[in-house]
């Protein structure tokens, strides 16, 4: 639960049905899914080199403008996704997945590598 619930804290004011709510990464991930997020980004923001040049997209993703602004309007080899193929209540959602996702251990601390 540690690092599941990081996201809630994120508030993105959307006009859903008129109120402002906290984004769910819960949610996020199933719309990262939905959405086909994974088929170059990996199931957990990891990247690939042969898919999204290694970019990783969690943990700590980009901040929210510039993730934004990105998807809405890239024209590299990921195709924008407007409103209305990906809505922001589900862009917020995908935010907060990447946010939980929580960093791997590190190296030296992997007793199989000493």
Same mark, same amino acid.
């Given at each position: 639960?540690? +690092?599941?619930?990081?996201?809630?804290?994120?508030?993105?004011?959307?006009? *859903? +049905? =008129? @109120? /402002?709510? !906290?984004? $769910?990464? @819960? &949610? =996020?991930?199933?719309?990262?899914?939905? &959405?086909?997020? *994974?088929?170059?980004?990996? /199931?957990?923001?990891?990247?690939?080199?042969? /898919?999204?040049?290694?970019?990783?997209?969690? #943990?700590?993703?980009?901040? *929210? @403008?510039?993730?934004? !602004?990105?998807?809405? $309007? /890239?024209?590299?080899?990921?195709?924008?996704?407007? @409103?209305?193929?990906?809505?922001?209540?589900?862009?917020?959602?995908? %935010?907060? %997945?990447?946010?939980?996702? #929580?960093? #791997? #251990?590190?190296?030296?601390?992997?007793?199989?590598?000493?």
């Amino acid at each position: 639960m540690k +690092h599941g619930f990081v996201a809630l804290g994120f508030l993105l004011a959307i006009g *859903w +049905h =008129g @109120e /402002t709510r !906290a984004a $769910s990464a @819960e &949610h =996020g991930k199933d719309a990262f899914i939905r &959405h086909g997020c *994974w088929e170059c980004h990996g /199931t957990v923001g990891q990247g690939s080199i042969a /898919t999204s040049g290694g970019k990783r997209l969690a #943990p700590d993703p980009l901040p *929210w @403008e510039t993730f934004s !602004a990105f998807v809405r $309007s /890239t024209n590299r080899a990921m195709p924008p996704y407007s @409103e209305q193929i990906l809505s922001d209540a589900d862009l917020a959602d995908i %935010y907060a %997945y990447l946010q939980s996702i #929580p960093k #791997p #251990p590190d190296v030296n601390s992997l007793s199989l590598l000493k």
